[in-house]
């Protein structure tokens, strides 16, 4: 059974930092691209990143270029989203996705294995 579990959300203040950890099993994501989302109750999900199989390119929603990162080890199939200078607007639930395609992408439809998700709160 193939599983993306997400760990590492929590509460913070404003300006605070935090990283997210996305760790897979099941099967491999070596070839594969992966992706942070995130989405509030009644909202769309939103893009936050996306990185390519190798982490050669990585691509960021505008709204987060230069705060945020993210990054892979191949070698233990996990990604991570690393979180600086976290605004209270970034309150959601973030979700880590892999892709079917080793491309990195914005768009929600390449990514067919989803985690649960792990909640993130930025207090004012």
């Known amino acids: 059974q193939v599983q993306l579990v997400e760990s590492g959300g929590g509460l913070v203040q404003a300006g605070d930092s935090l990283r997210l950890s996305c760790a897979a099993s099941?099967?491999?994501?070596?070839?594969?691209?992966m992706g942070w989302f995130r989405q509030t109750p009644g909202k769309e999900r939103e893009f936050v990143a996306t990185?390519?199989?190798?982490?050669?390119?990585?691509y960021y929603a505008d709204s987060v270029k230069g705060r945020f990162t993210i990054s892979r080890d191949n070698t233990k199939n996990t990604v991570s989203l690393q979180m600086n200078s976290l605004k209270p607007e970034e309150t959601a639930v973030y979700y880590c996705?892999?892709?079917?395609?080793?491309?990195?992408?914005?768009?929600?439809?390449?990514?067919?294995?989803w985690g649960q998700g792990t909640q993130v709160t930025v207090s004012s």
């Open positions: 996705a892999a892709s079917r395609f080793s491309s990195e992408s914005s768009a929600s439809w390449p990514y067919n294995y």
């Open positions: 099941g099967r491999t994501f070596s070839s594969n691209a």
């Open positions: 990185i390519n199989w190798s982490g050669g390119n990585t």
